[in-house]
């Protein structure tokens, strides 16, 4: 049996101490809970592409990504599992020794061959001629972007949501490269408002998210967030560990922590126009937690060991 098996979710009701109105009926769909290695959109996104890959015929992945990419581990391990031998090209030469970074040396034991790539040629990652160099480089390999964003990867994810989901005035989702939430638009229904709470500062997602999807029924947050992508502090650190308190639930420093607190703001402020039934996805990446931990050794805080 293939790893990707149909998954529907549960969506889990949480209760926010912090917001007295107790009108506002606040759920997560727990796609962290697919996997623990190639968890939430990351199991959306590989599953058309592997299939799309053995289609052609193809015996090997090649991805991208930088240091604590939850996408770089889920290829490597989809690929050993689905007997695909998979390559990545990794952001910054300094990576080199991989000793320091427990996201690429657990790529590595699944087999991923790790080509260490300077910024300036990592930017490169999407032009027509360097695709052609890789693809003549590497016979017989199947390319999938940064991310897992690309037409299968899209795909994958307008099986996130569910027909119950309808429930929902709003649907909310992390963003970095964009598929997710492309994915999520085009599965969404006309009532639904889906909001995406980007990671990057000032990154172009929009025009990433109109190449995937024709509808209007969206909006991109990438403000507040902590300062840029990974960045992290004590207001953070401690948003995560009293939610985990509260609600026995863990998110993720780089994307779905960020998205909650924004949540919570933009209600707190009264700048919450979309609605009180919210569905928000969990989008998984918990891996990333133990790096952040090394990191935050440096400022004396840590996120809870759960
Ligand atoms: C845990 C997690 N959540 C959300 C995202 C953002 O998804 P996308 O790149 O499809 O916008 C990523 C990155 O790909 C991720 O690793």
Redesign the pocket.
């Known amino acids: 049996m293939s790893f990707f098996e149909k998954i529907k979710s549960v969506n889990q009701q949480f209760i926010l101490p912090m917001l007295n109105d107790g009108d506002f009926k606040m759920y997560i769909k727990r796609e ?1 809970q697919i996997h623990p290695i190639v ?4 199991f959306r ?1 590989l599953k058309y592409n592997v299939q799309e890959a053995k289609g052609l015929k193809k015996n090997c992945l090649i991805t991208f990504g930088g240091a604590y ?3 770089l581990l889920a290829t490597a391990y989809v690929g050993k599992n689905e007997n695909l031998k998979t390559l990545a090209f990794v952001r910054g030469e300094e990576l080199k020794n991989i000793n320091y970074n427990s996201t690429l040396q657990k790529c590595n034991d699944f087999g991923m061959k790790l080509i260490f790539i300077s910024r300036e040629d990592y930017r490169k990652r999407n032009e027509i001629d360097y695709i052609n160099y890789i693809k003549n480089k590497f016979k017989d390999s199947y390319i999938i972007p ?4 690309n037409e299968f ?1 899209v795909l994958g ?1 307008e099986e996130i949501l569910s027909l119950e989901d309808s429930f929902f005035d709003v649907i909310c ?11 999520i638009i085009n599965s969404s229904n006309d009532s639904h408002k889906v909001l ?1 709470f ?2 990057l500062k000032g990154s172009e ?1 929009n025009n990433v998210i109109t190449k995937f999807t024709d509808k209007k029924n969206w909006k991109i947050f990438d403000d507040d967030i902590f300062g840029g992508y990974a960045k992290i502090d004590n207001r953070l650190v401690s948003f995560i560990n009293n939610f985990f308190k509260n609600t026995g639930m863990i998110l ?1 420093p ?3 922590s960020k998205m909650l607190f924004k949540i919570i703001k933009l209600i707190e402020n009264n700048q919450w126009g979309f609605g009180k039934k919210i569905l928000l996805i969990n ?4 891996q ?1 937690i133990k790096e952040m931990n090394n990191k935050l050794k440096k400022k004396g805080c840590e996120i809870i060991k759960y």
Request: hydrophobic fraction near 20%; proline fraction near 3%; charge should be negative.
């Open positions: 962290d968890s939430g959109n990351k996104k990419s939850n996408h940064e991310g897992g964003t990867g994810c989702c992390p963003v970095g490269s964009g598929g997710t939430i492309a994915g995406g980007s990671a997602i993720d780089i994307y779905n989008t998984g990446g918990l990333s």
